[in-house]
């Protein structure tokens, strides 16, 4: 398995056991935003455009190849023959598939007047979310000031676009060109990964500490048994 198929493997496994993000923001609107321009088609399999590659994007598509916000580490360069994704449902376990069709069953009964549709299309989100955590430009940002450069930098561009200029200045708030929400969405789950990523870096500081300390102490113990020998 490659490390794009591995990526939207563990994309599914999270995303289809995930209690954490609630996704209350995503509306009809904004599904039928993403129907009309091409990012989400729920006839492909994966429904929703993975655009490591920006000519993978539909030419009716308003959407640049920034806005999906990939990390440029896995764009391939000029010439290259594309990635071409796994499908979900040749990924998806037996056991996954369940919860997959249990998550739409519980989002039609919630809000039957959208339909099985708009149910689907929640989850299919869901799982797409959890995929760009993996390969969106957030995942390059180690802490709180990078993220918050990162940011200052999307509305500086944004600023500065010929084509599309969205805003006259920076924002200390919010993502540019962010109708669909995902960057809204990505920050969360970078936040409680950067909270994980401290407690691990914490335990593994604690952990050198008594590595350290242990070597001092035998290198203590060797030269008061070398002082004595002589």
Not at 113 to 118: N, P, R, Y
Not at 127 to 134: A, E, S
Request: proline letters at 8%; one cysteine or more.
């Amino acid at each position: 398995m490659d490390s794009h198929s591995q990526d939207q493997s563990d994309a599914l496994a999270e995303a289809l056991s995930c209690t954490t993000c609630t996704l209350t923001d995503l509306t009809r609107a904004t599904y039928l935003k993403h129907l009309q321009n091409g990012l989400y088609n729920p006839l492909h399999d994966p429904p929703f455009t993975i655009t490591n590659n920006p000519e993978a994007l539909p030419l009716s598509s308003s959407l640049g190849p920034l806005d999906d916000d990939v990390a440029p580490d896995t764009i391939p360069p000029t010439g290259t023959t594309p990635h071409t994704p796994a499908s979900y449902s040749s990924l998806m376990t037996p056991s996954q598939l369940t919860r997959y069709h249990a998550q739409v069953a519980s989002y039609v009964s919630h809000d039957p007047a959208h339909g099985v549709d708009f149910a689907r299309y929640r989850v299919d989100y869901h799982i797409h979310l959890h995929y760009l955590r993996r390969r969106g430009m957030l995942s390059l940002c180690r802490n709180a000031e990078d993220l918050h450069e990162f940011r200052e930098w999307k509305w500086r561009l944004a600023a500065e676009d010929p084509v599309e200029p969205r805003c006259p200045r920076p924002r200390r708030w919010g993502w540019p060109g962010d109708a669909g929400l995902f960057m809204l969405y990505q920050m969360s789950l970078w936040r409680r990964g950067w909270a994980a990523r401290r407690e691990c870096l914490e335990q593994a500081r604690v952990k050198w500490a008594l590595i350290v300390e242990e070597y001092r102490r035998r290198r203590w113990i060797e030269a008061w048994r070398e002082m004595w020998a002589v």
